[in-house]
């Protein structure tokens, strides 16, 4: 278990680091096209794009590394009503399990639709470079991230239902 919490630190880590640098970039990017549209009176016509497939890939990368961090919202009141610490980490594992199979969904169908979107062959509007299937390869890519993060608390809340933690 060890070694498993080592990784996902690790991983997160990196992650977290990556969307402080995306978020950075997609900042910048909004200040320069308010810059050029307001002061040059010349608006960038790429910026506004750009910055929107940013945002949406910083969302589920985000979402990932809140999973991680446990900080997702949750009604979580009456759970944590209940004395024992193993019918807690029951009812978790009851919403973690519920939490994978969603995440399972968004990671089949997301490469399902993100395959197709590929296949078509269609590029972004306004840059005419970045495939539009990249944008919606954030869904899986980003579901499966927190799959792995949801799968790790469970085998957390498993060990204190088995008394291990």
Request: net charge positive; aromatic share 16%.
């Amino acid at each position: 278990m060890q070694l498993l919490r080592a990784v996902n630190t690790f991983f997160n880590k990196y992650l977290s680091m990556l969307i402080a640098v995306a978020f950075s970039m997609m900042t910048l990017l909004i200040f320069a096209q308010v810059v050029c549209r307001y002061v040059f009176q010349d608006p960038l016509s790429w910026s506004e794009e750009l910055a929107r497939y940013i945002f949406i890939w910083l969302t589920f990368c985000g979402a990932s590394v809140a999973f991680y961090e446990n900080t997702h919202i949750k009604v979580s009141y009456f759970i944590e009503r209940i004395g024992n610490p193993r019918l807690q980490a029951g009812m978790f594992l009851i919403a973690d399990a519920l939490c994978l199979w969603f995440l399972w969904v968004f990671v089949t169908d997301g490469v399902v639709v993100a395959s197709r979107v590929l296949s078509l062959g269609q590029v972004s509007s306004s840059m005419g470079f970045i495939p539009v299937g990249i944008v919606y390869l954030a869904v899986p890519i980003g579901s499966l991230f927190m799959a792995l993060n949801v799968l790790y608390h469970a085998l957390m809340h498993v060990q204190t239902i088995l008394g291990k933690s």
